[in-house]
């Protein structure tokens, strides 16, 4: 079955203590990135990669890191987090530079930054 | 990618044929129209997409009009699981899907 798999679902952590979430996809996809949604901002961008060691600054890059080291994973960093981190991730996959296609989400990491 | 506009809410009643309006007026000739739906804080779940004909599949059809300046998402039978927000997104080769606010449908027993 196509899926993106992020983990863990939920996670409450306190302020500077390094976390990643992981995120796996099994469809042979180049293109990953990584969103926020927030009450009242919808999803917003975060880092995006188009294929393997080719990563890019989304909208909010903002006390985040990524890396693309597999085609198949695209881990997010947060080194130290704060609690304006505190919101709903989702990490999405599709092919790159195909309008016709469409992208796969996983099904989001909750995160409380206390 | 064009922008979109959307209702923010609309109620239907359990059974009755769901219409959901999306205005992309600034679309350009190759970018498509992607519906997507996120129901509660779950991943945003792919409906449908088309370019100018009209398309169904198994959950749901999608009229474009000619100008292609509108498009309407139908979900024929709504149920009370299709209670979510229902995202409208113009895509071109550019890789990102850019969510708006949505529109919010209550499906009502």
């Known amino acids: 079955e196509a899926q993106v798999t992020q983990n863990p679902r939920y996670l409450i952590t306190v302020t500077g203590k390094k976390l990643t979430v992981t995120c796996s996809q099994n469809?042979?996809?180049?293109?990953m990135s990584w969103y926020r949604q927030d009450p009242g901002l919808g999803l917003r961008q975060i880092y995006y990669?188009?294929?393997?060691?080719?990563?890019d600054k989304g909208d909010v890059p903002e006390g985040y890191k990524v890396s693309r080291k597999e085609k198949r994973n695209f881990p997010l960093i947060l080194e130290s987090p704060s609690p304006n981190q505190t919101s709903l991730y989702f990490c999405a996959s599709s092919f790159a530079g195909r309008a016709n296609t469409e992208a796969f989400f996983g099904q989001g990491t909750r995160l409380t930054v206390v | 990618d064009a922008k979109t506009t959307q209702p923010t809410s609309m109620d239907c009643a359990e059974g009755r044929a769901a219409n959901l309006p999306c205005n992309h007026s600034?679309?350009?000739?190759?970018?498509?129209v992607y519906w997507y739906r996120q129901i509660h804080s779950q991943g945003p779940q792919y409906i449908i997409h088309g370019l100018k004909n009209n398309e169904t599949n198994e959950m749901a059809s999608l009229i474009i009009t000619e100008d292609r300046k509108s498009s309407t998402l139908i979900l024929p039978h709504a149920t009370l699981r299709d209670t979510a927000v229902y995202y409208c997104i113009v895509r071109g080769t550019g890789n990102q899907f850019y969510f708006g606010t949505g529109t919010s449908l209550t499906v009502i027993p």
């Open positions: 990669s188009m294929n393997v060691e080719v990563t």
């Open positions: 469809m042979n996809h180049e293109y």
């Open positions: 600034t679309i350009s000739g190759n970018e498509y």
